[in-house]
């Protein structure tokens, strides 16, 4: 595999190894707000943007959704290595940019004005960038650009789309918050909710329960994200970890509960709301990012001020065929959104 165009490395950051840390990879426009900037070269092309970043490479561009998840990331390492020095099963984040070097100097510069610990910073001139994301062992891509969320996704690697937004920023600890089907599960029991309705949904999971279900697209990144969680005990844990999901816990919950089990996966927090909004439990929460696959429950997240990320379904998952699921994917996101 290739190496992106140009990779700066940031040498007061630890450079960690990838088969040990949590990669996440952030686009520029997932963790800084670049709206402006963004509508600038959609208007008057790449040249005026670039001139445009150059003249003001030492103004720091403000916060984006992003921003709050990655800052509380950067807590858990600090620490993990407070307890242990040596350890290696951190988070590691790097940014994955179109810019090119030279406009990229701002985004540098911003990172390090709010201090964020990001290992690389990757400016990638390739349509895909997202075939760089295995070779840096990346478990969680982030992005603001729906192609590159959907060619994540058919790669096999967590991916979700960030929609900029006015983010509320909470306090530590790192909480992050899942939905079930087709999100950290597959999406077994929507399909048959599609074809047989409710009635016949429950009765699959009934005749099901017994059976783990497949795994999800967001179940790569909540193992590890578990596996760090297991290091501390649960009073002093700076992750808190959250199931949001559609499911009743009385019909549907049950299969739930022994998948996690199954794998191995702590959830602190479980709730089953029987198809009610998720919008008035995730205020409470107050996640640093909800994930889910509903546009109307990313909206709804969105409407209380929690950063959203939505995992298109419509994508084909570990499979690099489809692209004709994926047109209807991004032009469904395109109305919706």
């Excluded at 949590?22 to 070269?41: D, K």
């Excluded at 242990?84 to 951190?90: C, G, I, T």
């Excluded at 406009?103 to 760089?132: M, P, W």
């Excluded at 909206?299 to 047109?327: E, F, H, I, R």
Aim: charged letters at 25%; aromatic letters at 8%.
């Amino acid at each position: 595999m290739a190496e992106p165009e140009s990779t700066v490395i940031n040498p007061s950051v630890k450079q960690r190894d990838p088969s040990k840390a949590l990669v996440i990879a952030v686009t520029t426009r997932a963790i800084f707000n670049l709206e402006e900037e963004h509508q600038l070269y959609l208007e008057k092309g790449k040249e005026e943007y670039v001139r445009h970043q150059q003249a003001n490479q030492d103004r720091p561009l403000p916060p984006g959704t992003a921003f709050a998840f990655i800052q509380a990331v950067q807590y858990v390492n600090k620490k993990i290595l407070e307890s242990n020095p040596a350890e290696e099963d951190l988070f590691d984040i790097l940014l994955l940019s179109n810019n090119s070097p030279e406009s990229g100097v701002r985004i540098i510069n911003s990172a390090k004005h709010y201090g964020l610990e990001i290992s690389k910073f990757c400016f990638v001139s390739d349509e895909d960038s997202t075939q760089y994301l295995k070779s840096h062992g990346v478990k969680l891509f982030l992005s603001a650009d729906r192609t590159d969320v959907c060619n994540a996704l058919r790669r096999g690697v967590s991916a979700a789309l960030v929609f900029q937004q006015e983010v509320q920023a909470p306090s530590t600890p790192l909480r992050v918050a899942f939905d079930g089907d087709a999100v950290l599960f597959s999406d077994e029991t929507d399909q048959v909710f599609r074809e047989q309705g409710l009635e016949g949904a429950m009765q699959y999971e009934r005749a099901m329960e017994a059976v783990p279900m497949g795994e999800g697209p967001m179940k790569a990144f909540a193992m590890h994200l578990g596996k760090i969680h297991k290091k501390f005990n649960r009073e002093e844990c700076p992750i808190r970890t959250y199931l949001v999901t559609a499911r009743s816990g009385r019909d549907m919950g049950i299969r739930a509960i022994k998948t996690l089990r199954e794998w191995g996966l702590a959830i602190d927090e479980a709730f089953f709301m029987d198809g009610a909004p998720k919008g008035p439990i995730l205020a409470q929460i107050q996640p640093h990012i909800f994930f889910d696959d509903g546009l109307h429950n990313i909206q709804g997240a969105q409407d209380v001020g929690v950063p959203s990320a939505w995992v298109p379904s419509c994508c084909p998952w570990g499979s690099l065929q489809g692209n004709l699921a994926l047109g209807w994917c991004l032009s469904s996101a395109m109305v919706t959104a």
